[in-house]
């Protein structure tokens, strides 16, 4: 799995070039955002489960049919396949954000994930509402656990909106 610096070095590499102001301006960036990117993954290795549980609630706070019959949780091995789903996207949202680069959701996570929703009849619009809300409880945690300024939060949602941004090209609802 690359990270955001070995990609960089990847791309002047292959350019046969030395850094610029541009790449040293990458690599500080990165690391001025480190101390952010720790915390986050820290508060999702030591809370996972929690955030899964919040993220899911306010879900079907919102649309509570999908525990209804005939919504894609109901029965108790649907629910279990929606919160495994939410863990899975948690956690490798906080691969992404050691790495600082996106991008590798790509590959490991976003590649004919759409598709095999669709084959499965799971649908898309709740999924990407779940990711979008599992970023807000991690964002929220921050700003009230660790104090970490909104305006320093930006990098960690990231991972979280590429996520939603690839499997979002079916009709959401934002609340």
Do not use: W
């Not at 955030?51 to 029965?75: C, H, K, M, W």
């Not at 790509?106 to 999924?127: Q, W």
């Not at 945690?141 to 690839?166: E, K, M, N, T, Y």
């Amino acid at each position: 799995m690359r990270d955001a610096i070995t990609g960089l070095i990847g791309r002047y590499d292959q350019l046969g070039r030395y850094f610029d102001r541009n790449a040293v301006d990458s690599i500080e960036a990165y690391l001025s955002e480190s101390d952010v990117r720790i915390k986050a993954v820290e508060l999702i290795n030591r809370e996972a489960s929690e955030i899964v549980r919040e993220a899911s609630q306010r879900l079907f706070a919102g649309d509570p049919e999908l525990l209804l019959p005939g919504g894609n949780a109901y029965t108790t091995r649907r629910l279990a396949a929606c919160l495994r789903d939410m863990d899975y996207f948690l956690r490798y949202a906080s691969y992404a954000l050691v790495a600082g680069d996106s991008t590798i959701l790509n590959e490991r996570v976003l590649n004919g994930l759409d598709d095999t929703y669709k084959s499965l009849g799971v649908p898309t619009g709740p999924t990407v509402r779940s990711i979008v809300l599992l970023g807000e409880v991690v964002i929220e945690r921050l700003q009230g656990d660790d104090g970490i300024p909104s305006d320093r939060l930006a990098v960690v949602r990231q991972p979280f909106d590429h996520l939603a941004a690839g499997l979002g090209e079916t009709n959401i609802r934002q609340r």
